[in-house]
Nanobody
Framework: HVQLVESGGGLVQPGESLRLSCVASGITFSRHDMSWVRQAPGKEVEWVAGITSLPSLFRAASYADSVKGRFTISRDNVKDTMSLQMNSLKPEDTAMYYC????????????WGQGTQVTVS
């Protein structure tokens, strides 16, 4: 039974920071690519950042243009956790943030968490 649990959301002012965390269970975490996606009210789901399952020496992170330079994704394959450090937050970052996982050999993300709300106002 796959379980992804996000935490760390909250209400902050523009320019402030938040750190989101995702704890995974029920999967072989080290063999899963991970991503953060978000959805603002009335808008489509937006991919935010992703990090591969590769060993740290070869691991790759990627970001949506809207967050590049402000957000940093990371993972800990010992603790089965993923994080998203969000700096210089803007009102347009307001959304529900979800953690998503896929085995590295699978194309789509089929496992999602329940989300954590981030409000920048």
């Amino acid at each position: 039974h796959v379980q992804l649990v996000e935490s760390g959301g909250g209400l902050v002012q523009p320019g402030e920071s938040l750190r989101l965390s995702c704890v995974a269970s029920g999967i072989t975490f080290s063999r899963h690519d991970m991503s953060w996606v978000r959805q603002a009210p009335g808008k489509e789901v937006e991919w935010v950042a992703g990090i591969t399952s590769l060993p740290s020496l070869f691991r790759a992170a990627s970001y949506a243009d809207s967050v590049k330079g402000r957000f940093t994704i990371s993972r800990d394959n010992v603790k089965d956790t993923m994080s998203l450090q969000m700096n210089s937050l803007k009102p347009e970052d307001t959304a529900m943030y979800y953690c998503a996982a896929r085995p590295y050999w699978v194309r789509q993300y089929n496992d999602w968490g329940q989300g954590t709300q981030v409000t920048v106002s």
